[in-house]
């Protein structure tokens, strides 16, 4: 029983009673960065929130990050008291090899790799790993961790072949114009009779628009007849 006065309200008493997807967050800043823009850190409430609230989850279900890890190069340590802020861990992943030093390269690559191997194996319980990227390079790691109790979930570009690439390998891919989306997400507010507030819209799939549309359609067919 709880004491009078000390009742949780509905929200508080519905979230008790929603199980949430176990889930590991590591972003890869520099690829996200690269395919969407500052935004991503100026919206950065925005778009966790997004995720945490259901956003390519199964049925829509809300998300508990038991961890949340951001890998960059040195010139983006400036964004880091804004991460650290909303409960990431930070990790400057600056190259060490000449060669890469003197293109803008870093090692985030082989850091996301072994942390993702790491907390996939150690993590008790983990139902989910999302690893934010649309690099390809990381297709053997979704491989390597992937089993029927672990759903992994990449990042991919509609405008290239990542998107599908990570489609036939990944149990879930977000689409860059979904997370773009989710950089202006904003929480629907309850329903007396609902548990929780509804999951996120996802943005449509401009792949799929495209392909849909008559102009395309006309662009198949005459590769095909040739």
């Known amino acids: 029983m709880w004491a009078a006065g000390n009742q949780p309200g509905p929200e508080k008493r519905g979230a008790s009673r929603v199980a949430r997807v176990r889930s590991v967050l590591l972003v890869d800043f520099d690829n996200v960065y690269g395919a969407t823009s500052e935004d991503v850190v100026s919206s ?10 259901g956003a ?3 049925g829509g279900k809300r998300r508990s990050f038991l961890h949340k890890r951001v890998y960059w190069n040195l010139q983006f340590d400036r964004f880091r008291p804004e991460f650290e802020e909303a409960g990431f861990d930070a990790f400057n992943c600056r190259a060490l090899a000449k060669r890469k030093i003197s293109a803008g390269k870093s090692s985030a ?3 996301i790799t072994m942390d993702a191997i790491e907390l996939a194996l150690q993590t008790k319980n983990l139902e989910e790993l999302i690893v934010l990227t649309t690099d390809s390079d990381f297709v053997p790691v979704v491989n390597r961790v992937q089993n029927p109790g672990l759903r992994v979930v990449t990042a991919g570009k509609e405008t290239d072949p990542t998107y599908e690439l990570y489609s036939q390998h990944a149990d879930a891919v977000i689409h860059i114009a979904a997370l773009k989306a989710g950089f202006n997400y904003q929480r629907t507010p309850r329903k007396w009779y609902q548990l929780r507030s509804p999951p996120p819209q996802i943005a449509p799939l401009t792949i799929q628009r495209e392909r849909q549309s008559a102009l395309m359609g006309r662009v198949r067919d005459a590769l095909t007849a040739s």
């Not at 950065?44 to 609230?53: A, F, K, R, V």
């Open 109 to 111: 690559d082989i850091v």
């Open 44 to 53: 950065l409430s925005n778009w966790l929130l997004w995720l945490e609230d």
């Open 56 to 58: 390519f989850s199964p």
